[in-house]
């Protein structure tokens, strides 16, 4: 399900890029250094977004040709050595293509609006919104998200740390602060602690 979400956003950005690129009307006297950064740009986005759709759209495709009657190879050791590498090449090319084509949206409004009067005011705006949600995207969404996702360990270290919580529930101080030094010590995300869920309870006891 992941895989589908990313390949389908990242070619959903790569044909809004695509667009922007074929439908932009330029104006014959537009200064030559804003037009090669435009055309620059656009093309880094397509391309990072491709790169996204495609290592998403092969590996799910050889997700589906894993037997899972025989499972000659165990899944997760089929994962690590198939497809977590090109998952992280998916992943972040997709964040850096999102802030990328921010940077287009700015570019574009300049393009458009280059033979207009009031050009000055009405693409600082738009380019006024798109550094402000790239802000917020490397500040928030990507620092939260980013290494967490690209952790291989992230689901099994929950696990083994919620087992380790609730079977040190009702003991000392001393047992929280060596949970609080071990998420310190492995350089955890807070996101990567957690309670156990409904059905992992029913597969521990």
């Avoid at 969404?141 to 609730?166: C, P, Q, V, Y």
Wanted: aromatic residues 10%.
């Amino acid at each position: 399900q992941q895989l589908k979400v990313l390949a389908n956003q990242s070619a959903l950005i790569a044909g809004f890029s695509m667009v922007v690129l074929v439908e932009s009307n330029i104006a014959d006297d537009i200064n030559s250094i804003v037009l090669t950064f435009f055309g620059l740009i656009v093309a880094i986005t397509i391309a990072l977004m491709l790169v996204s759709t495609l290592n998403s759209t092969y590996i799910l495709v050889a997700i589906l040709r894993y037997d899972c009657v025989e499972r000659s190879v165990p899944f997760d050791v089929f994962w690590r050595r198939r497809c977590e590498a090109d998952w992280k090449v998916a992943l972040r090319a997709f964040s850096v293509g999102v802030p990328s084509f921010m940077i287009v949206v700015a570019l574009v409004a300049w393009v458009s609006f280059w033979n207009h009067p009031s050009r000055y005011y009405s693409a600082s705006v738009v380019t006024a919104i798109s550094i402000m949600l790239t802000i917020y995207w490397f500040s928030s969404t990507h620092r939260k998200w980013g290494d967490f996702l690209l952790m291989s360990e992230a689901r099994i270290l929950t696990r083994g740390m919620s087992f380790a919580a609730e079977s040190k529930a009702g003991g000392s101080s001393e047992g929280d602060d060596s949970s609080v030094d071990m998420r310190e010590s492995l350089q955890l995300s807070s996101l990567a602690i957690g309670e156990l869920t409904e059905s992992e309870m029913k597969l521990k006891s």
